[in-house]
């Protein structure tokens, strides 16, 4: 039989984004992987009836076994857009070149990381993998990851590729792998159009100036303005941080600090977002009282309760937001507006922005090199399977998206409010990065423990800073 796979461990939870950071555990399939194991699978690779569509099979004239090794198992693709994505077109390529032997190897998510890690620190890593965007620089010096600038700047889909994407897979100029599955947000304002109407606004506010005006308003009426939870100290970082510093500092400052290539904590642009964010929740009245005490899932049901007019959190806030007032409240399920969250006053940069990424990227082991023709099948490999035929997969059935833009997609099958989000999401804003994703937990446990104290007034900007930073050069 050709084609081969090996599943390893089973993800019992299924997801419909990659994202590192966003550390929510959700009732929707867009939240985060769970790191929970379930018995090894035993079945055969997905077979497809229209494998003559994933390229054309002769312009390779590589014959023999090439391996790739990611998460996507088949419990986890069931109502997980990108795994399903990510699967399908697979298995497309697969069919598509029957000279080719493709391996799979295919572990759960949390043993995949491991894994991989294990097989690197070995230089033993498979020809194709998924590369985290945390791992890229180490790897990259190591000589274990091919450096993949030049093919994917001639690549015949770069026109369409989102380049922001490549930002956490990039060191020295160089790329090193074509960023893969699905994004999504983790900064959505969802506001209710009609009591922001009744309040006097036709849209959710673009400054905070005018959100903290509002405020006056909805407080008087006993309606919290914006509801946000900070219970679990990552929402802080990954649903407002990341896009509020990006504000001040724009996507080169958080670039170089991925690259170690100069950016500090302490410098006074990411000083100032600090200092507005303190400002935000200790000295005005727009936020609910209790938004250190709270998650981001109690904070929600503030806003589908309706006692606060908009809430602020991720994609898995608006699944569940969505679908929960769709049956429950259908009349307030069609006011839902999406915003992107205001911008501070003294801030220049990208007012339009909102964080999202894609976690992984697929990339090649530097050692596929040696046999050119093999090299070339893998290269076909990582083109194919994140380009527009997964791109339109995704976006057609699960209104997602992925590295490749897609042009004219056809939404008309699903509801309005669904329609919105994924413009929202992918056509009408800037992106950022998403900070959590990348770097490594124990910078980010020292920063999210001292922004719950700034967001209560315990500790001051410069202070958070500093302690980042210290985080930031012991363990990075």
């Keep these: 039989m050709k084609k081969k796979v090996i599943s390893i461990l089973l993800s019992t939870a299924m997801i419909a984004t990659v994202l590192g950071g966003c550390g929510s555990s959700s009732e929707t399939t867009d939240a985060p992987a769970a790191d929970t194991a379930a018995p090894a699978e035993t079945t055969a690779a997905a077979e497809t009836t229209d494998g003559d ?3 054309d099979a002769s312009a390779l004239a590589y014959a023999g076994e090439l391996e790739i090794m990611h998460y996507s198992t ?3 693709s069931q109502g997980n857009g990108g795994s399903d994505g990510f699967r399908t077109v697979l298995a ?3 069919a598509a070149h029957p000279d080719i032997t493709l391996t799979q190897n295919i572990l759960a998510n949390a043993e995949y990381k491991t894994q991989i890690a294990t097989l690197a620190a070995a230089d033993d890593l498979p020809d194709v993998f998924l590369l985290q965007g945390m791992n890229t620089i180490e790897w990259a010096k190591q000589g274990l990851v091919l450096d993949l600038t030049d093919t994917i700047k001639s690549s015949p889909y770069y026109a369409d590729y989102n380049t922001a994407y490549f930002t956490p ?5 160089k790329i090193y792998g074509f960023p893969c599955l699905t994004g999504g947000t983790c900064t959505v304002v969802i506001y209710d159009k009609q ?6 606004y036709d849209t959710f506010p673009s400054t905070w100036e005018e959100v903290e005006a509002a405020s006056e308003y909805f407080n008087g009426q006993g309606i919290t303005t914006v509801a946000f939870g900070n219970g679990g100290k990552w929402q802080a970082n990954s649903d407002f941080m990341s896009t509020l510093g990006n504000r001040y500092t724009g996507p080169e400052w958080f670039a170089s600090l991925i690259a170690k290539d100069g950016a500090s904590f302490e410098d006074p642009e990411f000083v100032a977002a600090l200092a507005e964010t303190q400002r935000l929740f200790t000295e005005t009245s727009i936020f609910n009282p209790d938004y250190n005490a709270v998650t981001n899932e109690d904070a929600r049901e503030y806003y589908i309760a309706g006692t606060a007019a908009a809430f602020i959190g991720g994609n898995w806030d608006e699944s569940y937001i969505a679908a929960t007032l769709q049956e429950s409240d259908p009349d307030k399920w069609a006011n839902i507006g999406f915003a992107v969250l205001p911008q501070p006053a003294d801030a220049t940069k990208a007012p339009t922005s909102q964080n999202i990424g ?5 990339a090649i082991n530097s050692k596929v090199a040696e046999d050119p023709d093999k090299l070339a099948a893998a290269i076909d490999l990582a083109e194919y399977i994140t380009g527009p035929e997964f791109s339109t997969f995704v976006a057609e059935k699960y209104a997602l998206g992925g590295l490749t833009k897609v042009a004219d997609v056809d939404l008309s099958g699903f509801d309005q409010i669904t329609q919105d989000f994924y413009n929202w999401s992918y056509v009408d804003t ?6 959590d994703s990348y770097i490594n937990s124990a910078v980010w446990d020292v920063f999210n423990t001292d922004l719950q104290d700034l967001m209560n007034g315990d500790k001051t900007p410069e202070e958070v800073a500093a302690n980042a930073q210290a985080a930031y050069e012991a363990n990075y």
């Design 53 to 55: 569509t994933a390229g």
């Design 74 to 76: 088949s419990e986890e």
């Design 92 to 94: 497309d390529w697969d």
């Design 169 to 173: 897979f990039t060191t020295e100029d």
């Design 195 to 200: 009591m922001w109407k009744d309040a006097g």
């Design 358 to 362: 894609l976690g992984y990227a697929v």
């Design 430 to 435: 800037e992106t950022c990065e998403i900070y």
